[in-house]
């Protein structure tokens, strides 16, 4: 089985913490990891934002960068769900336009398939839910949305959160709700985008606990941005960090450096 | 706010200054919550209700691919049955058709049974230029008109107000219309009820036009459906001598059967009931019974263009439901006005900038108006993707492209004011290629982490009014491999 990390740019850049996570936590379980230093961006935010042309060279840069693997994991709901939903559709669109042609939709078909967020590779492939970690604090668990309602995470992160010694799940009044993240629409609407963020950071502080998790870092910049603005207690922490952490590993517990992310 | 979403400024504008509205959030969060919950669990309670959701969404594809031949069946059928059928091309031209319908029959006032087609065109301040008085019959409409207000929600026009404001409004204009509010009322639901009830009993009474819009129109025997909970529908479609309908062209089901589909979609998505309270049908006119006199006015006003794309052309599926709207946070938040347009919501943001193009400000801003959270998709009953719809139009504004308007097709330039985004996305798309330059970004942001400010300047201030940035680690994950783990592992 030969397994490659998309550490996504988001966390390439400013969360390289929740990469080295996931290679701990996969080594762990008796997973090599590779890292095709290939890759880069999945796209989304340039498809999102109305630039889907821009996104073509990305898909196959992606499909190249992964091509000797079996499969993909990455820790972001999000870019796991812009390969599986949108290359097929970016491809399709392509060669509507007489751009593209097989090469592009041959991609897209081979991308699709291999690719996991972390939560679904634990559980459906390795078919895992106690991965072994320790993590002594309360936790609070944000479903984002592209994870709920695209990839039909369902309870999978869950379940590995309630294996998790010591942790103690905190219940998120209004969890299915969006933080109001979205992208650009942070930038483009941000009115309304930190009004549903502070929504959501009072339902974080709502529940007392010490962490807010997801599995989408950028879900967390922004979240996370809100409590720190806000001098909150709580700390924003990937799911991933959560799971790498053992009793023996003496460093503090991800999150809780006291230094804020 | 009087009467006309004209010159209205762009969603982010609008919603800056309507999120800071206390009252209003306080009623939108309670409204959309109750309709929310009890929708699920309406929805919930149907085991096949996937399954009527696909053959909704199946059965409207199949008629809008062949709606020429329907609306020629449903025209031929209207007009066996003592119908007369009109065409109009757009709003300005459904407004004309109606204001000399009822010059012709000498009435100088109509009542309205509650309908979007006639709130999309303008109807009633169309009207109110040629000296006609319109009167809304329906709680909410009337409540808007009575407060010289926009309706902010399809289904719950007044959705923006609670009983208090509706209560002020009744003692404050009623009398101003017709019959004046009790003395005394109070903002108790029922008594609130029985002052509209008795205000619009006298309009009912005396109305020799009505005009309404419609939620079907089954083409076979060209029967119109109208789905209504208040009774106000059915007066004002039995009780007049003339009817005008004016409904758009995307309204037409095939047979009976179809109906039958929508019939249980419908009421479940927008009201939470298991059926709909007061569906009244006609099929043209009959002797001795309701109206003598019957036009449809078939109205396009950018159906036609909209049915020529085809990624967006799903939003002619919709059934006007608004499950959408009542799922949605940034509605819940920005309110229904923000939106500049009968169609308010997530349905509103792909329907708008269809209907009247993306060349005003405000309607180039509505595909963004949303954050792709999805919850609209899911609980749509006709399967529209309004996420797919949305960032298909913001392709649209930012680059562009091949659109049909009036019919022709023409080429669409780039919408102003995205310049440095789009230079921003094509030099972040330059770095995504080029994983060198990515690099040599990241170890410049990395070094100079200690220089970075708390607050961005420029547009960059719009995360940071609200929120922190967050530190730039010393080394990115790429270099941190490479440094420990070599190249040889992870090639």
């Not at chain 1, 992160?157 to 629409?185: D, I, M, Q, S, Y």
């Not at chain 2, 101003?176 to 509209?196: F, K, Q, T």
């Not at chain 2, 347009?341 to 009247?356: C, D, F, K």
Request: hydrophobic fraction near 40%.
């Amino acid at each position: 089985m030969r397994v490659a990390l998309f550490v996504t740019c988001i966390n390439d850049t400013l969360h390289p913490d929740t990469g080295r996570a996931v290679i701990t936590l996969l080594e762990r379980l008796g997973v090599e990891v590779g890292f095709p230093e290939e890759q880069s961006c999945c796209g989304q935010p340039q498809f999102n934002t109305g630039y889907r042309h821009l996104t073509e060279p990305l898909v196959r840069r992606y499909e190249r960068a992964f091509r000797d693997y079996d499969y993909v994991v990455t820790p972001s709901g999000s870019c796991a769900a812009m390969v599986r939903d949108n290359y097929p559709r970016i491809a399709e669109r392509a060669a509507a336009e007489g751009r593209g042609g097989r090469d592009l939709a041959e991609a897209a078909a081979r991308a699709v398939p291999k690719t996991y967020e972390l939560t679904e590779f634990l559980v459906d492939v390795l078919k895992v839910t106690d991965v072994g970690a320790y993590y002594p604090h309360t936790v609070t668990y944000h479903p984002t949305c592209h994870g709920l309602r695209m990839l039909r995470l369902g309870d999978r992160p869950r379940r590995l959160l309630e294996h998790v010694k010591g942790l103690e799940l905190r219940e998120l009044p209004g969890a299915e709700e969006c933080c109001g993240f979205g992208g650009t629409f942070a930038v483009k609407n941000p009115a309304v985008s930190a009004a549903m963020g502070a929504d959501k950071v009072r339902a974080v502080r709502e529940t007392g606990a010490e962490a807010v998790c997801t599995v989408d870092n950028s879900c967390l910049l922004h979240i996370g941005g809100m409590l720190r603005r806000e001098g909150a207690a709580a700390r924003p922490v990937h799911i991933a960090e959560i799971l790498a952490a053992t009793e023996a590993d003496t460093r503090e517990p991800a999150g809780m450096e006291g230094s804020p992310r | 706010m009087s009467g006309t979403y004209l010159g209205m400024p762009a969603f982010p504008t609008a919603a800056a200054s309507s999120t800071q509205d206390g009252r209003l959030r306080a009623n939108l969060r309670y409204a959309t919550h109750t309709i929310r919950d009890k929708r699920a669990k309406a929805v919930a309670e149907l085991d096949d209700w996937a399954r009527l959701r696909a053959a909704g969404a199946a059965v409207k594809d199949r008629t809008l691919r062949h709606l020429d031949h329907y609306l020629e069946q449903l025209e031929e059928a209207v007009t066996a049955a003592g119908g007369q059928v009109h065409w109009a091309a757009d709003a300005a031209e459904a407004n004309a058709i109606v204001a000399r319908l009822v010059r012709e029959t000498g009435e100088r006032e109509v009542v309205k049974v509650k309908s979007m087609a006639t709130q999309e065109t303008g109807l009633n301040r169309a009207l109110a230029e040629a000296g006609i008085s319109a009167y809304e019959t329906d709680l909410a409409e009337l409540i808007v008109q009575l407060g010289d207000d926009l309706p902010s929600h399809i289904l719950v026009p007044a959705i923006h107000r609670n009983r208090g404001e509706i209560r002020d409004i009744f003692r404050e204009r009623m009398g101003r219309w017709g019959r004046a509010a009790p003395e005394g009322l109070s903002d108790a639901p029922g008594e609130l009820a029985e002052a509209a009830r008795l205000h619009l009993r006298e309009k009912f009474l005396n109305a020799k036009v009505g005009i309404s819009g419609a939620n079907f129109m089954v083409a076979e025997t060209g029967t119109l459906v109208v789905v209504e909970s208040e009774g106000n529908g059915r007066m004002c479609l039995t009780l007049p001598e003339t009817l005008i309908s004016v409904v758009g062209i995307e309204k037409i089901v095939p047979t009976w059967q179809d109906l039958e589909i929508f019939l249980q979609l419908l009421p479940r998505s927008s009201t939470a009931e298991r059926m709909n309270p007061y569906t009244s049908m006609w099929t043209g006119t009959a002797d001795g019974d309701g109206p003598r006199t019957f036009h449809l006015v078939l109205l396009d006003n950018g159906r036609t263009d909209t049915l020529a794309d085809t990624v967006g052309r799903q939003a002619l599926r919709c059934i006007r439901c608004s499950a959408c709207l009542n799922v949605c946070p940034v509605y819940e938040r920005a309110g229904g006005h923000a939106y500049g347009s009968a169609y308010p919501g997530p349905i509103g943001a792909i329907l708008t900038p269809q209907l009247r193009g993306t060349a005003s400000e405000l309607d180039a801003s509505l595909p963004y108006a949303s954050s792709l959270c999805g919850a609209c998709y899911e609980v749509c009953p006709v399967a529209i993707d309004i996420p797919e719809v949305l960032v298909h139009l913001r392709e649209r504004v930012v680059q562009g492209g091949k659109v049909t308007r009036r019919g022709v097709k023409t080429v669409l330039k780039p919408a102003k004011g995205h310049a440095a985004e789009r230079a921003a996305m094509r030099a972040a798309g330059f770095a995504f290629d080029h994983p060198g330059v990515l690099r040599a970004g990241q170890r410049l942001a990395g070094r100079t982490r200690r220089l970075h400010p708390r607050r961005l300047p420029g547009p960059g201030h719009a995360w940071s009014d609200t929120r922190d940035l967050p530190p730039v680690p010393a080394e990115s994950f790429r270099d941190w491999w490479r440094r420990t783990r070599g190249e040889e592992r992870g090639k």
